[in-house]
């Protein structure tokens, strides 16, 4: 699908400007506390002509033949963009978790990790993450890792996103 660099894009988002639209696609979750899942997503990356794209995910669970079979995951925030391809991504979940990121944006690959995580009372505790999105063959394929309910830092989510 062909895409359009916008005209109003801010320089300093212009290691990430190829995120901009929207993503849809499946994936797999796994981690020792569930049971290993399959999903399916839409990701939303918009922005304004400032320095920062707006971000918007909902995903749900499918069955062995990929239908959905319920609501899973939301999640939306903000991609900050800083100069020489620094990023901060703030992100707030529908579990009653909230975070903040720090990382790089480098040719088609983008790496953050967790500078700071808060939770709601009765959210379940998370402790740090780990996030690689990649531009791979024009697809968004991304790794979460995550450190969570006395776990340590493993694979949790991994999809592979067609623009839509």
């Given at each position: 699908m062909a895409f359009e660099i916008p005209d109003n894009l801010h320089p300093d988002c212009a290691p990430v400007v190829w995120l901009l639209g929207t993503w849809q696609g499946n994936g797999q979750g796994d981690y020792p506390?569930?049971?290993?899942?399959?999903?399916?997503?839409?990701?939303?990356?918009?922005?304004?002509?400032?320095?920062?794209?707006?971000?918007?995910s909902r995903?749900?669970?499918?069955?062995?033949?990929g239908e959905k079979v319920r609501d899973a995951a939301l999640e939306t925030g903000?991609?900050?963009?800083?100069?020489?391809?620094?990023?901060?991504?703030?992100?707030?979940?529908?579990?009653?978790?909230?975070?903040?990121?720090?990382?790089?944006?480098?040719?088609?690959?983008?790496?953050?990790?967790?500078?700071?995580?808060?939770?709601?009372p009765s959210a379940k505790p998370v402790t740090s993450g780990h996030r690689l999105y990649g531009n791979v063959e024009g697809d968004l394929a991304y790794a979460y890792d995550m450190e969570a309910e006395g776990q340590e830092l493993q694979?949790?989510?991994?999809?592979?996103?067609?623009?839509?």
């Open positions: 506390t569930i049971e290993p899942f399959h999903f399916g997503q839409e990701l939303i990356f918009t922005h304004d002509g400032r320095p920062f794209f707006h971000y918007m995903s749900w669970i499918t069955d062995e033949n903000f991609l900050r963009c800083r100069p020489e391809g620094r990023l901060e991504l703030l992100l707030v979940h529908n579990t009653g978790v909230t975070e903040v990121w720090d990382g790089r944006a480098e040719g088609g690959r983008i790496e953050l990790r967790t500078a700071f995580v808060g939770a709601t694979p949790h989510l991994w999809a592979r996103l067609r623009r839509a």
